[in-house]
């Protein structure tokens, strides 16, 4: 099923307009079919990424492109996704850096999400991280700041159904989520339902860590199979400069 949709190749190169970099051939997903690699942030933007709220695309990072989701000021919420849509029955990776930064301390983070709702979902400011409200998704946040449903101000966590006070697994960051770039890393396996997160500093030498590792259905989560990728920030009254880039994704195309 996988191999003839990939093999319906003008279709496919027509769908995903500039933003396919190339045939993933390689990697553990190729064996369970080809996947195709692709950085929606990179190339064709504007057709490959839906912005809602105060997300935009800069490039402040030489030729990189930047998702700003938010820029600082106060009760912000951005939203950022893909919109080629990702087959939630399947397995699938993505990675991508986070630098969130300009407050002393900032909040409130960030989170990448799998959700139903669609290219417009954008949930609440503060300690809704953006998210609050979407009720068809699962969040992964990089959580910068303490509320009281949370176990610390550096955690991640999943979480189901839009509510950030209802946390399905946290873990404490072995690396600060503020002040420093980071890389995190997100793999999906469809056939056992489970979720692994990984993080790494950008330090030379500093190697990945798994953080989460999760039993999880996006599909049921997101209430559909064909579900939408991305991101959402948001600041209260505390603030932050919260960017992504250099995102990756590996799955097969719905
Ligand atoms: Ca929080």
Not at 69 to 92: C, E
Request: proline content about 4%; aromatic content about 8%.
């Amino acid at each position: 099923m996988r191999s003839s949709r990939i093999a319906r190749g003008g279709l496919l190169a027509s769908a995903l307009l500039s933003i396919l970099a190339g045939v993933h051939a390689g990697g553990a997903l190729a064996a369970d079919g080809d996947a195709l690699s692709y950085r929606p942030i990179d190339a064709g933007y504007t057709q490959s990424l839906a912005l809602n709220g105060t997300a935009k695309v800069s490039s402040e990072r030489g030729e990189n492109r930047v998702i700003e989701l938010t820029n600082g000021s106060y009760k912000q919420a951005g939203s950022a996704w893909s919109t080629q849509q990702v087959d939630l029955t399947d397995s699938f990776e993505t990675s991508f850096k986070a630098h969130l930064h300009h407050g002393k301390p900032g909040a409130d983070g960030v989170a990448f999400l799998a959700q139903g709702a669609g290219p417009r979902a954008l949930g609440g400011w503060g300690g809704g991280l953006g998210y609050r409200g979407i009720r068809q998704s699962v969040a992964v946040e990089f959580d910068t700041y303490q509320n009281t449903p949370d176990p610390s101000s550096n955690h991640l966590a999943v979480v189901l159904g839009g509510n950030p006070d209802k946390h399905s697994a946290t873990a404490e960051s072995s690396i600060p989520l503020f002040g420093k770039p980071f890389q995190a890393r997100v793999r999906y396996d469809a056939d056992g339902h489970n979720l692994k997160v990984y993080v790494r500093s950008l330090t030379a030498g500093a190697t990945e860590e798994l953080l989460l590792d999760q039993t999880v259905d996006l599909a049921k989560g997101a209430g559909t199979g064909n579900g939408w990728i991305g991101f959402t920030a948001a600041t209260g009254e505390v603030t932050a400069r919260q960017d992504i880039y250099d995102w990756t994704v590996d799955a097969p195309l719905s």
